[in-house]
């Protein structure tokens, strides 16, 4: 600025140059800027500096007397030496005394030397110019404070931030390793099909269901990697899970037929539904390893789908088992039959002419053709609990003649234990079901209830058809069950303790069966009971079929 002043004072302000003090204001600027450049001011502290803005001041001090010869006030320049001043490491009231007391002492001199002016208007104009000055020096200081609040703010946040990272990264390694450690498969995927995250369980798995055919991409995560990064999948890159998927080997859980697309876990995940203990076999036939699957939606605040979360628990070992139990039982009540099949006819054939026979051996025989029929009965239950599906075959059919015709057969047993048997279902009640099966479970549910009230009591059966559903309630006022017992009720073998303490007779193989029936058919049944006062079963079966779906 002073070189402008000097380049511009011939023209501008032709008298400047003839001020002794002016010229000695510019020769202390050059001086000073001289000094900025040679003298190595970091040897000397960090205050040392400061000589070079103090002198300034004082120079703009002796060049203010140009302001007689035309020159603008230069006064306004203190602010430049003002701000190195209050930005410097100096103490706050040693900066502030600077700022205003040097630009006071450096107007004294040409203010005493212009005598035309009134005292009060010279003392006023040497004051204005110093507190401007403090006015910066103290704008400066609240500026530095703020910003010195701001900066320790923001390394504190930064430091909570760098807190919550490391916590966030220790959080995802226990994760992953959780992830890892589980004897569980675990694949995640968003709302757009993008596999999100796959353990290394869940990778094996694929890895042995792949087909020979069509390998998996290279972007699938590898078996070896471990899950400490999780895969994110591209997909303009890499094939979704349902593409993925497609290119497994999956099959029902005959473990023979190929499992459909739109019926394999991640499609269905992905078609937002959500199921459990859903059997797949994962590879071909020979080494397939069967898998239980579940998946449950990802939804955000506002209730949309955002993606899903599917599990994969193998239970191969445990259908194997079921298997191999279930074909013993087969096998074993199959080879029962036969010889209780020749008992039972001899003991008929013996019966047809017992005119040889005195009563008591015709009454013995007649109660090992009892206790032998019984153990037919049960020999077929077992057959048929041990039997993988229940074949039905379901037409037009009159409910209310299989609910009339059920009564009519458990009337003596009724009477005999004093049971009274009622049915309010008005014919004709149409649905389309396999009249022989529905017999069988009404007669299991009738059978039961006179059973299980072994001091009298009543049992009815009624019936109600409504939103293409019929539903049959079979009603008694017998002993009950506990919840617990009910929430069992339908298990094979199962039977609660108060009807084992009641030495009642059965294997708990007619609930069952009874369950397989309906759920056959597409329909449904529950037990709604309590201890002392009876149970209701009702059984809900579509009244125009199973869906076509099913």
Same mark, same amino acid.
């Given at each position: 600025m002073m070189a402008g002043v000097v380049l511009a004072a011939p023209d501008a302000w032709p008298g400047v140059m003839d001020s002794a003090l002016c010229r000695y204001a510019l020769g202390l600027q050059a001086a000073l800027l001289a000094a900025c450049v040679l003298v190595p001011w970091q040897r000397f502290g960090?205050?040392?500096?400061?000589?070079?803005?103090?002198?300034?001041l004082v120079a703009i001090g002796l060049l203010r007397d140009g302001s007689s010869a035309g020159l603008p006030d230069p006064g306004v320049l203190s602010v430049l030496p003002v701000v190195w001043i209050s930005a410097s490491t100096l103490s706050a009231p040693a900066s502030l005394s600077l700022s205003f007391t040097v630009p006071l002492l450096a107007a004294w001199p040409w203010l005493l030397t212009d005598p035309s002016a009134p005292p009060a208007a010279r003392s006023a104009e040497a004051v204005l110019v110093p507190l401007m000055m403090l006015a910066v020096s103290l704008a400066m200081r609240f500026a530095r404070a703020r910003l010195r609040h701001e900066q320790w703010r923001i390394q504190s946040k930064e430091a909570e931030l760098q807190a919550l990272l490391a916590d966030s990264k220790e959080r995802e390694r226990l994760?992953?390793?959780?992830? %890892?450690?589980?004897?569980?498969?675990?694949?995640?995927?968003?709302?757009?099909?993008?596999?999100?995250?796959?353990? !290394?369980?869940?990778?094996?798995?694929?890895?042995?269901?792949?087909?020979?055919?069509?390998?998996? !991409?290279?972007?699938?995560?590898?078996?070896?990697? !471990?899950? %400490?990064?999780?895969?994110?999948?591209?997909?303009?890159?890499?094939?979704?899970?349902?593409?993925?998927?497609?290119?497994?080997?999956?099959?029902?859980?005959?473990?023979?037929?190929?499992?459909?697309l739109e019926r394999r876990p991640i499609r269905r995940a992905l078609g937002g539904e959500s199921f459990a203990d859903y059997l797949v076999s994962f590879g071909e036939a020979a080494a397939s390893r069967v898998v239980s699957t579940g998946a449950r939606p990802l939804m955000n605040d506002a209730g949309d789908f955002r993606g899903a979360v599917v599990v994969f628990n193998e239970v191969t070992g445990l259908v194997d088992a079921l298997a191999a139990k279930d074909e013993v039982v087969s096998t074993v009540s199959h080879e029962f039959r036969t010889p209780l099949t020749s008992i039972i006819g001899n003991l008929d054939l013996v019966l047809a002419d017992t005119e040889d026979l005195d009563s008591p051996a015709v009454r013995r025989i007649e109660v090992a053709q009892r206790n032998a029929e019984r153990l037919l009965a049960l020999v077929s239950d077992l057959l048929m609990s041990a039997s993988s599906a229940v074949h039905v075959h379901p037409r037009r059919t009159d409910l209310a003649?299989?609910?009339?015709?059920?009564?009519?057969?458990?009337?003596?047993?009724?009477?005999?234990?004093?049971?009274?048997?009622?049915?309010?279902?008005?014919?004709?009640?149409?649905?389309?079901?396999?009249?022989?099966?529905?017999?069988?479970?009404? %007669?299991?549910?009738?059978?039961?209830?006179?059973?299980y009230s072994p001091d009298g009591g009543s049992v009815r059966v009624s019936a109600s058809a409504a939103d293409g559903l019929v539903r049959l309630h079979v009603e008694d006022t017998g002993m009950g069950m506990t919840a617990a017992d009910a929430g069992r009720v339908f298990t094979r073998f199962f039977r609660s303790p108060a009807v084992r303490d009641g030495s009642i007779p059965g294997a708990g193989l007619g609930l069952s069966i009874t369950k397989a029936i309906v759920e056959r058919h597409g329909g449904s049944i529950s037990c709604r009971?309590?201890?002392?006062?009876?149970?209701?079963?009702?059984?809900?079966?579509?009244? %125009?079929?199973?869906?076509?779906?099913?």
């Open positions: 960090p205050l040392a500096p400061l000589v070079i803005p103090v002198l300034d994760l992953n390793t959780i992830l %890892d450690t589980v004897d569980v498969g675990i694949v995640a995927v968003d709302a757009g099909g993008r596999r999100l995250l796959t353990n !290394s369980w869940q990778t094996k798995l694929e890895e042995s269901a792949a087909s020979a055919a069509a390998p998996r !991409s290279a972007k699938s995560p590898d078996a070896a990697q !471990s899950l %400490d990064s999780v895969e994110a999948l591209d997909s303009a890159e890499a094939p979704g899970p349902a593409e993925e998927e497609g290119q497994l080997v999956l099959t029902g859980q005959d473990r023979s037929t190929p499992l459909p003649g299989l609910v009339e015709a059920s009564l009519g057969s458990a009337q003596a047993h009724a009477q005999a234990s004093r049971v009274c048997l009622a049915m309010d279902v008005a014919g004709p009640l149409w649905a389309n079901v396999d009249p022989l099966r529905i017999s069988q479970a009404l %007669d299991n549910l009738v059978s039961n209830a006179i059973k009971t309590r201890p002392g006062h009876g149970s209701t079963f009702t059984l809900e079966l579509p009244a %125009d079929g199973p869906p076509a779906a099913f």
